[in-house]
């Protein structure tokens, strides 16, 4: 708007709408596009984190109590199995040989080159009782057996009632799907392994 005499302007400010009204549709437009662009790209970032990264998964059954409960939230490390860096004592993700279609949830208990053998209920690894990790025990015995390359032993923490290596045999390491990091559900029982 020009304001005086000739020559003598003001600067113009742009206008704006009045309270209460919208933008014109030119204007939303861009936001809009934005807006998409950025669900989009969030959506896909979150879907590559779960198949590449991190997942969370449901304990289903009483096969790993004391450690694990039927119904616990669980974080699961997809990168550490990938990168071969399971060790004895990690509680894995796994897909059951039999059924790949099912996961469950074991204790690695011997690694590639380990020798593996049960005594009266007694795990032995490489001759030496190994850490029982509060498991509950049971009298099964099982023969000396060496752990191939790319394969892991598996056992379930309560032991009696566990279906595992015992059972369906060696894990390899592509059916391997993430280490347990940490349970969130139920919040009292809240952990990090």
Not at 82 to 103: C, E, K, S, T, Y
């Amino acid at each position: 708007m020009i304001h005086g005499s000739c020559g003598d302007a003001t600067p113009r400010t742009p206008e704006r709408p009045a309270a209460g009204l919208r933008a014109p549709a030119a204007r939303q437009g861009p936001a809009r596009l934005r807006f998409l662009r950025d669900v989009l790209l969030g959506a896909a970032c979150m879907v590559g984190l779960h198949l590449f990264v991190v997942q969370i998964s449901v304990v289903r059954g009483s096969s790993m109590e004391p450690a694990l409960h039927d119904g616990d939230r669980l974080v699961v490390d997809r990168v550490s199995c990938g990168m071969n860096l399971v060790q004895r004592g990690d509680i894995v993700v796994l897909r059951f040989p039999r059924d790949p279609a099912i996961d469950f949830v074991k204790r690695v208990v011997a690694l590639p080159g380990d020798l593996v053998e049960m005594r009266d209920g007694v795990l032995l690894v490489n001759g030496r009782a190994c850490e029982d990790y509060d498991c509950i025990q049971d009298r099964q015995r099982l023969e000396p057996l060496v752990v191939p390359d790319r394969h892991y032993f598996v056992l379930g923490d309560n032991r009696p009632i566990s279906c595992d290596s015992r059972d369906f045999g060696l894990v390899a390491q592509e059916l391997l799907e993430g280490r347990v990091r940490a349970r969130f559900w139920p919040p009292g029982t809240a952990s990090l392994f």
